[in-house]
């Protein structure tokens, strides 16, 4: 049986056993007696993912008003074969993340190799020594099928396990901040009965030391901006009770940069919850919006990027609307709104439906099917059809693959029998098909494409100049623009060089 953990370059990692895990509570033991000696507080970061991880670093990079770092911090990871490469990988100082924000690289460097207060483990200890936990794992929800986002349900079992851990280690007066977005009540009515069960077993008081909680929810954007939209952001938070609100309001305040933009308190942490699932809810229905409105454009000669472009110039009522593109993807706005609706029904017991948001996340996981379509236009049989697909990642100029829409394209663009071959910028390796190549030359994926797609504006990809791509290919190859890549211009020049032209929400095309 496989004992170790595969890192995405191909390094095996071996899992550890028991007798590594006594040295390794030696070690964390030993390390927060010398960093306590210091006068810094230890924070201890559960989840070492995409948010967890640039969190944690940027938590060790705090300062206080002589420059000292205030906090050591031990970052937690769960020895899973999937994940357990992080905590090797993080302790040479290199990010388990990869993004066009040069700033994280630099913030691993500094805390762990540098300043040394940084550091990852598997080992619980972690929880016993901590001032503070941060929880950043994962809590998914479930849909049955694409388009039925309204019976989606959220299976916390694993979340409740996490929870369990901190109550059966932490130390009564330790803040539990729990970062993970999560269906609103979950702090009031799961977290903090499952830590003062855990207590009560532990012969702790809970008149005396109730369980304190906290929720704050993370609004990072793991693009070019990813430390800055942690650190230099708005925040809102709430507690379970005042103490819990205080002690949020000082870590926070300590970790984050609260003088330019200040904390935002809400009354309780069912709000604060309640925030988070809004917010993205928000943005899912805005762009479902736009998708829809896509879809019309193209049927009736109008480029649906010149209208927002018009629309958005009513500054401070319209300026926000978002844009078309391939579909939604990224691990929230796929999931938020079902968490929300889940939470209404499950956790609250209410009898209604969050109907526009679930709705929302309907129109935008199909939307990859639309693109299929556009090809089907004018390639109706798409069997052994070459087709090259430019991004796999869910967002421009970030490596992240979780429900991204190119996975749902791919899929479809194969059930059509059509030979797919892929490209990013980013992602050398496709976790969610893991039998699938991610090439990065583009000279490969191109020679002999008969449809090209451009799935994802990685900035890359803008250079591209259209004699040079049709070159590549050795063909005049379909050109599906999904992202509003191609200038009217450059559409013309791809004309003129004899490719079809197609485009999410660009139905102008033809009249060029
Ligand atoms: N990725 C984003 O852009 C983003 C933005 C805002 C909020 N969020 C929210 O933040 C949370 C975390 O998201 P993510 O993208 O970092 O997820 P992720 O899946 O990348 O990371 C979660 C990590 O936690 C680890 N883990 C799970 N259970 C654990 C446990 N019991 N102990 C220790 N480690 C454990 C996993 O192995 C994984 O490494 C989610 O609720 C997500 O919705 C994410």
Known sequence: MQNFSLAPDGTEYILPNEEQSKIEREEILRITEEQKKL???????????FVGCVMAVVIADAVDENGEPIYYVHGHQRPSKRSFWKVPVINTGIPPVNSSDKEVPELFERCVNQKKNFRATW?????????????????????PAFGEAEKGYCDITHFRDGM???GQHIKPDCLILVETTV????CQKIVKPIIEEEFIKRGINIKKNPALVAHS??????????????????RVFSGVNEQSKTLAREFLS??????????????????????????NSYRATNIALTLEWARFAEKVDVDIFKVRDAIRKRKGTHDNLLRPSLGVGGYCLTKDPVLANWSMKDVFEIDDTLSVAVNSVNINDTMPTHTVDLIKEEIPELRDVNITVLGVSYLEDVGDTRHSPSFTLVRLLRENWAEVICHDVYVEFWAELETEEVHNDLDTVLKGAEVVILAVGHSAYKDIEPADLVKKCGTKPLIIDCSNFLSDEKIKQYKNLGCKMKGVGKGHIENL
Do not use: C
């Open 123 to 143: 080992h619980d200890v972690a929880y016993e020594v901590a001032d503070v936990v941060v929880v950043d794992i994962q809590l998914d929800a479930t849909k």
């Open 217 to 234: 929810y993370e609004r990072v954007m793991p693009g070019a901006k990813y430390v800055s939209s942690i650190r230099d952001f708005w």
């Open 39 to 49: 006068g810094r507080k230890i924070v201890t970061v559960q989840g070492l993912g």
């Open 254 to 279: 300590n970790v984050l940069n609260v003088e330019n933009f200040p904390l935002t308190e809400l009354d309780n942490t069912n709000a604060s919850e309640m925030a988070k699932v809004m917010e």
């Open 183 to 186: 269906p609103p009540g979950t």
């Open 164 to 166: 369990r851990t901190l």
